[in-house]
């Protein structure tokens, strides 16, 4: 079982998720530690959060973009409330810029747990950050 899950809600099953697989190609040492899961918004998002939890990881990415920010919001809520210690990390355009008023970013700050925003240029040093803190 992975200790990262980098994730995303892709608008179709057509394509991989390139930031997906460019993040899982900079986790350095933890690249061992991850595992990739993606779903699309035509999935339920009980369902997408229950195979998420499947995977007891302790770290989730999730990768949000302008067609997916509803669904991965609500995925964001479900997961929260079924295990509040599961550090979400938000990355993508919809939670890159004006953080403070993204409606997922609050929904996720309201609920218990640990919260990070993962920005383009600082992935890195974040992932390095927060994998030395909770990975070990």
């Given at each position: 079982m992975p200790d990262i899950l980098l994730t995303t809600l892709n608008a179709k099953y057509i394509h991989a998720a390139f930031g997906l697989r460019y993040l899982m190609a900079n986790l350095g040492g933890f690249r061992?530690?991850?595992?990739?899961?993606?779903f699309d918004i035509n999935q339920r998002s009980v369902e997408i959060a229950g195979?998420?939890?499947?995977?007891?990881s302790r770290f989730v990415e999730i990768g949000v973009y302008i067609w997916d920010v509803a669904p991965a919001t609500e995925l964001v809520v479900i997961l929260r409330a079924a295990r509040p210690d599961l550090v979400n990390v938000l990355g993508g355009p919809e939670v890159s810029y004006?953080?403070?008023?993204?409606?997922i970013v609050?929904?996720?700050?309201?609920?218990?747990?640990?919260?990070?925003?993962?920005?383009?240029?600082?992935?890195?040093?974040?992932?390095?950050?927060?994998?030395?803190r909770f990975i070990g």
């Open positions: 061992f530690r991850a595992a990739i899961a993606e195979t998420i939890l499947g995977h007891h004006e953080c403070d008023r993204q409606e609050r929904r996720s700050r309201s609920s218990l747990g640990i919260f990070r925003i993962l920005v383009p240029c600082g992935f890195r040093t974040t992932t390095m950050t927060i994998g030395m």
